[in-house]
C-alpha cells in the first residue's frame, strides 16, 4: 500500500518535469492565486462584499466564453493565436463592475437587486457562447466551473503573472488607505482618502483577480478560495497581519494540497481546493471550541473550589451575624446536597 | 481653518433639526457646542464633514464651499460612536500605524501614544478594548493624521480623570499650535478656559453663538 502511493508520489514529480509546460505553469499560477486569494478576502470580508465575487465571477465566464468563441471562429486566420480568452474574462469582469455600480444607482433601496441581475446575465451569455462556439470547446468550458490546471497555456500564463505583479503593487501602494477605507469609512473620508476612487479600484482589482484565477479553481468557487482560509484565520488570528499570513499559509496548504490530489484522483482543482479548504476551517473550529471548553471547565473548577468547599462555607455561615435565617437554612441545604 | 457657516437649515424628513444657523470661526479657535440630545450637535458636525448633503453656500471652510472640496485633508474627527469594523481581528498599533502616514515611529508619534496612556494594550487585539480605552484609541487616531481641523464629539464619555486631565493638556498645546478645534460636550467644566466660542443649540432649534471675552450674543 506504502509502495502504490510512494509511486503515485514518485509519478507526480516524474510528470512534472516530463511536462513541465503543463505542470509547472499551473503550480506556480496556483500558489500566486493562493497567496493573493486570501489577501483579496481579508478585504471583501471586511466590507462584506462576499456575493460580489460570485457575480463577477459569472460575468468573467461570460467573457471567457466570448473569447473561446471568437477564437472558434478566427480559427485557421491570421488571428488565431491573438486571442486570450483570460483577457477577455478580465475585460468582462470589469464592465461587469461598473455594471454593477451603475445599476445600484436606480434602486436606493433595494442596492443588492444589481447582483442577481447581472450574474443571471453573465450565466445567460455564457450559456449562448458555449452554445455557438460548437462541440470543441466544451472540454475548456466544462473545466471552467470548476476549475483543471492542465488549461494554463504560456499566454495565460503570461497575462496571469503581469496581472498578479499590478495587483501586488497596488495592495503595497495603496495598503494604510484600503485597511483604513475597510475599516472605518467615514474616518477614511475625512482623513484625506478619496474613497470613491479606492473603492472603484478595489472592485476592478477584485474583478481582475477573479479572472485570472478562473481556470484553476473555476467560476463556482472562486469566492469560496477568496473567503473560506479568511473564516479560518479570523477565528485565531491575533492581529491583522497576524490574520492574513495564516490565511495565506491555509490558502497555500489546500491549493497545493488540492493540486497534487487532482492529479492523482483525477478529480476537478477547484473542488479539491476547496474542500481542503473547508477541511482546515472545520479543524480550526474543532480547536476554538476546544480551547473553550477547557477554559470553560478551569473556570468551573475555580468556582467549585471557592464556593462549594463545606467547610469555607459553614465558616462564612458563622461568620455573617446578619444575615437572616432562612438564607442560613437555604445554604446549608446547598451544603448538605453537595456533600452527597 | 476658518469656518463660515452661513443660514445653515437641515431637516430629517419633516422633522427640522437645525433652523438658519449662522456664525463663523477663525483658525485656531476653540469652538464648544452644547445642548440636550436630539438638538443637532452631531447632525451639525455632519453637514460639516459632508456626511449629509446640504445646498451650496451654507458651509465655507477656508472660504470655500464645501461642496466644492472633492476632498477633505486632515480633519481629525473623533465620533461619539465610531463606526468601527470590530469583527475581524486588529491591534491597536496597527490602526495607529494606518493613520500616521510616515513609516517610522518618530517622537511626535510616541508622545501621542504615551499621553493617551495607549502603551498598556499597544499590541492588544481592539477586540478586548474597553469603552474608554478605544474611545482614546480613537482620539489618538485621530491626532496621528496632524489635523487641521479637530472634532471631538463627546470625547470625554467613558474616560477616567487621570486621562481626561491628559487630554485636556493635548487640547491646550493644539490651540497654542493654532489648530481649529470643534468640541461636543454635556460636561461644560472641560477644557473651560480654552473656549473661543460657545454654540448652544436648543431642542426647539433656537441656538445661542458665544464669543468669549466678548459676551456678545447673537
Known amino acids: 500500500m506504502f509502495n ?18 503543463i505542470y509547472v505553469y499551473p503550480i506556480i499560477v496556483g500558489v500566486i492565486i493562493g497567496c493573493l486569494a486570501p489577501l483579496i478576502g481579508s478585504v471583501i470580508v471586511i466590507r462584506r462584499l462576499s456575493f460580489i465575487a460570485d457575480t463577477l465571477s459569472h460575468f468573467s465566464l461570460a467573457g471567457v466564453c466570448f473569447g473561446v468563441l471568437l477564437a472558434h471562429q478566427l480559427a485557421d486566420t491570421v488571428f488565431e493565436n491573438t486571442i486570450s480568452p483570460i483577457a477577455l474574462g478580465i475585460v468582462f469582469s470589469v464592465i461587469g463592475t461598473l455594471l454593477i455600480e451603475k445599476l445600484r444607482s436606480f434602486y436606493k433601496n433595494y442596492k443588492e437587486l444589481s447582483m442577481p441581475i447581472v450574474m443571471s446575465f453573465g450565466a445567460a451569455l455564457s450559456g449562448i457562447f458555449i ?78 483577480f477573479i479572472s485570472i484565477s478562473m481556470e484553476i479553481v473555476g467560476v463556482l468557487l472562486i469566492s469560496s478560495l477568496m473567503i473560506v482560509p479568511v473564516a479560518s484565520s479570523i477565528l485565531v488570528g491575533k492581529s491583522f497581519k497576524n490574520t492574513c499570513i495564516i490565511s495565506v499559509i491555509f490558502s497555500e496548504v489546500s491549493i497545493l494540497l488540492g493540486i497534487y490530489f487532482s492529479y492523482t484522483l483525477s478529480v476537478p482543482t477547484g473542488s479539491l481546493i476547496v474542500i481542503f479548504n473547508i477541511v482546515i476551517l472545520l479543524f480550526i473550529m474543532i480547536y476554538r471550541n476546544l480551547i473553550k471548553c477547557f477554559k470553560k471547565k478551569n473556570t468551573k473548577q475555580l468556582d467549585y473550589s471557592i464556593t462549594i468547599d463545606p467547610n469555607t462555607i459553614n465558616e462564612n455561615v458563622d461568620e455573617v451575624t446578619e444575615i437572616n435565617e432562612e438564607d442560613k437554612e437555604i445554604v446549608k441545604e446547598e451544603n448538605l446536597e453537595n456533600k452527597e | ?60 471652510m477656508d472660504d470655500v464651499d464645501i461642496n466644492e472640496i472633492k476632498k477633505y485633508h486632515n480633519i481629525g474627527y473623533v465620533p461619539q460612536k465610531a463606526e468601527f469594523n470590530y469583527e475581524f481581528p486588529i491591534t491597536v498599533k496597527e490602526i495607529l500605524s494606518t493613520a500616521y502616514q510616515q513609516r517610522t515611529y518618530d517622537q511626535f508619534y510616541k508622545s501621542i501614544v504615551s499621553s493617551l496612556n495607549l502603551n498598556k494594550f499597544y499590541n492588544e487585539n481592539i477586540n478586548n478594548l474597553s469603552g474608554g480605552q478605544l474611545q482614546r484609541l480613537f482620539i489618538a487616531r485621530a491626532l496621528l493624521i496632524k489635523p487641521r481641523l479637530l472634532i471631538l464629539d463627546e470625547p470625554t464619555v467613558g474616560i477616567d480623570q487621570e486621562n481626561v486631565n491628559n487630554l485636556y493638556q493635548i487640547l491646550k498645546q493644539l490651540k497654542n499650535e493654532k489648530i481649529t478645534i470643534i468640541l461636543i460636550t454635556h460636561d461644560q467644566e472641560f477644557a473651560k478656559d480654552l473656549y473661543d466660542h460657545l454654540l448652544h443649540l436648543d431642542e426647539d432649534t433656537n441656538y445661542t453663538f458665544t464669543t468669549i471675552g466678548d459676551d456678545k450674543n447673537v
Open chain 1, 131 to 208: 452554445a455557438l462556439s460548437g462541440d470543441s470547446s466544451s472540454n475548456i468550458t466544462s473545466s471552467l466551473l470548476f476549475g483543471s490546471i492542465s488549461i494554463v497555456e504560456l499566454k495565460d500564463f503570461i497575462v496571469i503573472l503581469v496581472m498578479s505583479l499590478i495587483i501586488i503593487i497596488f495592495i503595497v501602494i495603496f495598503y494604510k488607505k484600503i485597511i483604513t477605507l475597510c475599516f472605518d469609512e467615514t474616518f477614511a473620508k475625512v482623513s484625506g482618502i478619496n474613497v470613491k476612487l479606492l473603492q472603484l479600484l478595489i472592485t476592478i482589482i477584485l474583478a481582475v
Open chain 2, 1 to 60: 481653518m476658518r469656518i463660515k457657516v452661513n443660514d445653515l437649515s437641515f431637516s430629517y424628513g419633516q422633522k427640522t433639526i437645525l433652523n438658519h444657523l449662522s456664525f463663523s470661526i477663525n483658525t485656531g479657535d476653540f469652538l464648544t457646542i452644547t445642548g440636550k440630545n436630539g438638538s443637532g450637535k452631531s447632525t451639525f458636525i455632519k453637514c460639516l464633514l459632508k456626511l449629509h448633503k446640504i445646498p451650496n453656500g451654507m458651509i465655507y
Open chain 1, 4 to 21: 502504490q502511493n510512494f509511486l503515485v508520489f514518485l509519478g507526480f514529480f516524474q510528470d512534472l518535469i516530463k511536462y513541465k509546460n
